[in-house]
């Protein structure tokens, strides 16, 4: 009967997704809107829903403990919601909770109580809240290569929720005790509890591993899972790499400045200046390792364990004679593959978003360029992608380049480091011209030359580098032919000042 659920329930997601889905990112992108009706977790009042869950109170806690308890935790969890941050009635969660609905097919009871939510929160993270609603953060999607390994995460979510590890960190959490919540801070108290134990996580990972074994998908995805988070730390996505000879290339940009250095002069100076900060990182590690463990008597609550410590775990976990793994028939991909790399591009452009409107122009331009490279005649990417090159140029002029350009060296194993040494090494007037390159190869376009936002932002990378003539012409040909633009009532201001 088993056997048969999988088969139907795969059989029946692949037929209501059509494949070649990524061939809507060709030509652009149209941002997630939420729309449909409003999740019950935002409209409900937090004394009411605190109120219903305090009289489910199995004595786990105090009344005194439980009115806290819930009160902080719906409080903050509205709050989340209503940041604009958590998505609702939209494609992404859709595809997560389906992974839930596989993972719980025989536990109905407690999969009523978990829901799922894609969010746009800046950590790659997933967490589970006290109630069972689960924070998918979409920062996390582009690190993991399958939908079994996001399967895993999920697994590991619901784990905590199951066995109360919220409850057990509130119990012992030394912040509520010691008072250092002021009123206000909820959100961040909430977020601060949802770091889980050394022993919850490795818990929680072990009892996520048993409920993928019991899933249609392939259990050895749980040691792909916690690979691909080890590259958290170390680049802003598990990303193919940019091509920066190209990029960067003399005849593509023509870098004018006798101080720039090349591409394997800036490859020694970064892996040196990385092994420097590895050495004074490694001292830093050991002092906080020290004082934190200062901070609890019990050594299995000293510190959140690291994701070698967790990998190994696993690893340990996989290799028993106990476990007794059969992958004959295990998939790690239950809702097709084509669906999934249609959702990891999906959370690509939506990042790339929300980078910008972070003024994270680095990653938004970077990221920009690396999906140019799948959709190179996608008017978003591009837009986005001359939208960050002119913030990046305007404040090299006007402030100090180094202040909006995340630390090259941290990111130096990987092109992205690159791209951002090279970016501080280049002076003002050379990220202007690179800009202005840029934008122009991109006007003899077709379809680009036609569109109002890379018109106008073209100009604007002209008038940036004192273009003024060619940035007039394009304002007014906005004014002539696009009186539906957004820019529309901005240039005609603008060229009646003038």
């Known amino acids: ?129 006290r109630n069972g609603t689960i924070f998918f953060n979409i920062s996390l999607f582009p690190y993991l290569d399958n939908e079994a390994e996001v399967a895993y995460v999920l697994a590991h979510e619901i784990t905590h929720f199951k066995k109360k590890h919220s409850l057990q960190q509130f119990k012992r959490s030394s912040r509520r005790q010691a008072g250092l919540f002021a009123k206000g801070q909820e959100l961040d108290r909430l977020f601060e509890e949802l770091k889980f134990s050394r022993s919850n996580e490795l818990e929680a990972d072990l009892a996520g591993l048993e409920l993928l074994k019991g899933s249609a998908f392939d259990i050895r995805a749980a040691e792909g899972a916690l690979l691909s988070l080890r590259e958290i730390d170390v680049r802003p996505s598990k990303e193919p790499t940019l091509d920066l000879r190209a990029l960067f290339g003399v005849e593509n940009l023509k870098i004018d400045s006798a101080d720039i250095v090349t591409y394997e002069e800036l490859e020694e100076e970064l892996e040196e200046e990385l092994k420097k900060r590895d050495k004074e990182k490694e001292g830093e590690k050991k002092e906080k390792s020290k004082k934190e463990d200062s901070k609890y008597k019990d050594e299995d609550f000293a510190t959140h364990p690291s994701i070698e ?83 990046i140029s305007y404040h090299g002029k006007h402030y100090v380049k180094n202040d909006i350009i995340p630390d090259a060296y941290r990111y130096s194993k990987y092109s992205f480091g690159l791209f951002l040494g090279y970016m501080e090494k280049s002076s003002s007037l050379d990220v202007r011209k690179m800009a202005n390159q840029y934008s122009k190869a991109k006007m003899e376009n077709e379809a680009f030359a036609k569109n109002d936002k890379i018109i106008f932002w073209r100009a604007k990378i002209l008038e940036i580098n004192r273009e003024e003539e060619e940035a007039e012409e394009l304002f007014q040909k906005i004014a002539d032919q696009y009186p539906q633009s957004d820019y529309y009532l901005h240039v005609k201001n603008l060229l009646e000042k003038e």
């Open 309 to 391: 410590d967790r990998l190994n775990a696993i690893k340990e976990e996989l290799s028993s004679p106990d476990m007794k793994i059969d992958t004959t028939g295990k998939l790690l991909f239950l809702q097709g593959e084509d669906r999934f790399r249609y959702m990891r591009d999906l959370t690509r452009f939506e990042n790339i978003k929300k980078y910008y409107e972070n003024y994270r122009y680095a990653h938004c331009l970077y990221l920009s360029l690396l999906m140019l490279k799948k959709y190179p005649d996608n008017s978003f990417l591009t837009l986005m992608a001359m939208k960050s090159f002119y913030w």
């Open 1 to 129: 009967m088993k056997t048969n659920y999988h088969i139907y329930l795969l059989l029946g997601i692949i037929l209501i997704f059509p494949l070649g889905l990524s061939a809507q990112f060709e030509g652009s992108y149209m941002p997630i809107k939420f729309e449909g009706p409003i999740p019950e977790d935002i409209l409900q009042r937090t004394e009411a829903k605190t109120l219903s869950e305090i009289s489910q109170n199995e004595g786990d806690l105090s009344e005194n403990e439980a009115r806290e308890f819930f009160t902080i935790s719906n409080y903050a969890l509205r709050q989340a919601f209503l940041t604009g941050n958590v998505f609702f009635n939209d494609e992404i969660s859709e595809y997560l909770n389906n992974i839930v609905d596989h993972l719980l097919f025989q536990e109905p009871e407690l999969r009523s109580q978990i829901k799922v939510y894609a969010t746009r929160f800046s950590t790659p993270n997933a967490a589970c809240w």
